[in-house]
């Protein structure tokens, strides 16, 4: 069953009262998040007619402050972001949580793989796995998206250099059925793209599922168009899906269509594109500040966030799947990104 059924006009009246709900529920189990909304003229019992209209929160705050709408007793896990700059945002799960982000992601990524757990290969090392007691969080990732697979075959060497005798080798046993993908983006150009055209290599029955940024590629003159093009020109591959998620908000991936004319929204969530002065919705297709909303988050208060990147809605159920269709741009000047959190940062 797809995830990916709803018209943006009855998205709009199903989200809108489970995020009042929502917002409710934290504020009462969460003191924080009531100073928050206090803060910013949120009163109880307030109408909102738009999702729009209901209060977000910068993604920033969860590096800076503790925000749970659980008792220390029921922490089950806690979710840490990857960083750059040594902050790290931490997310607070129940175990009814941590159970619904794994069930929703699941069924999302099931929208294009099917049922069946597929042969893996995945664009990485298994040296990411030398210290079972900490990963990084591209192993975080990594190890994640291999509970989607089987005989899962890495592509690098201990030394992080293509092995061709295992990509053959899986190729021999798997590539005349469906098998999976999975990469960072800028590593499966480098690695997979590089090697299957140099030894002309066929990934014609492969779905590859990559995520990251595309910053590297720009570098190389390489976009999503381009990606797209020549894996299938010149490999075969064609079932390709680009995928944008955060850790603040828990099950919720955004994922591209099969015709990879952008990224669509999950039945459970919605995406906003904010202009960065007004902070009033942009029109389709004018960049802004991406806000995600979603409404799997019960245990904190990540149901309406702010992010840290740029995008632009290029139409709104005019595509494969309904909804809004949308493509990220890069990530905010860290200056802007910060300026998005001062009005908060008092009241918090």
Not at 224 to 234: D, K, L, T
Request: charged fraction near 25%; glycine fraction near 10%.
């Amino acid at each position: 069953m797809s995830l990916f059924t709803l018209g943006q006009a009855e998205r709009e009246a199903r989200l809108l009262p489970e995020l009042i709900e929502l917002t409710e529920h934290h504020r009462s189990h969460s003191p924080e998040y009531a100073r928050l909304l206090a803060a910013l003229g949120h009163r109880p019992g307030r109408r909102y007619e738009r999702v729009a209209d209901l209060p977000w929160l910068p993604v920033r705050l969860f590096k800076h402050h503790v925000l749970k709408s659980i008792g220390d007793d029921e922490v089950f896990k806690v979710l840490t972001s990857s960083g750059t700059t040594g902050e790290v945002s931490r997310i607070h799960l129940d175990k009814d949580a941590a159970s619904t982000q794994q069930r929703m992601l699941s069924a999302t990524m099931r929208t294009v793989l099917g049922t069946r757990r597929l042969p893996m290969l995945l664009v990485d090392t298994k040296a990411l796995f030398a210290d079972r007691r900490s990963f990084s969080a591209r192993g975080a990732g990594v190890l994640g998206m291999m509970n989607f697979g089987r005989d899962h075959t890495f592509l690098l060497d201990g030394q992080e250099r293509p092995d061709l005798d295992a990509v053959r080798g899986f190729l021999g046993r798997y590539g005349s059925e469906p098998f999976l993908i999975f990469g960072f983006t800028f590593m499966t150009w480098l690695y997979l793209y590089d090697l299957a055209r140099t030894h002309r290599l066929d990934l014609s029955n492969g779905i590859l599922i990559h995520s990251g940024g595309w910053k590297k590629l720009a570098d190389r003159a390489v976009d999503n168009a381009e990606f797209r093009r020549r894996f299938a020109e010149e490999t075969g591959l064609r079932r390709i899906h680009d995928f944008y998620g955060m850790v603040e908000q828990i099950g919720l991936t955004f994922l591209e269509g099969p015709d990879g004319g952008g990224l669509y929204c999950p039945d459970f969530s919605d995406v906003i594109v904010r202009d960065p002065r007004t902070w009033e919705p942009v029109p389709v297709g004018t960049p802004g500040v991406v806000q995600v909303v979603s409404t799997l988050p019960r245990s904190y208060p990540g149901h309406l966030l702010l992010t840290e990147d740029r995008g632009v809605v290029h139409g709104v159920d005019d595509g494969v799947w309904p909804g809004r269709r949308f493509s990220i741009l890069g990530r905010l000047p860290r200056a802007e990104a910060r300026g998005c959190s001062d009005t908060f940062a008092a009241a918090a």
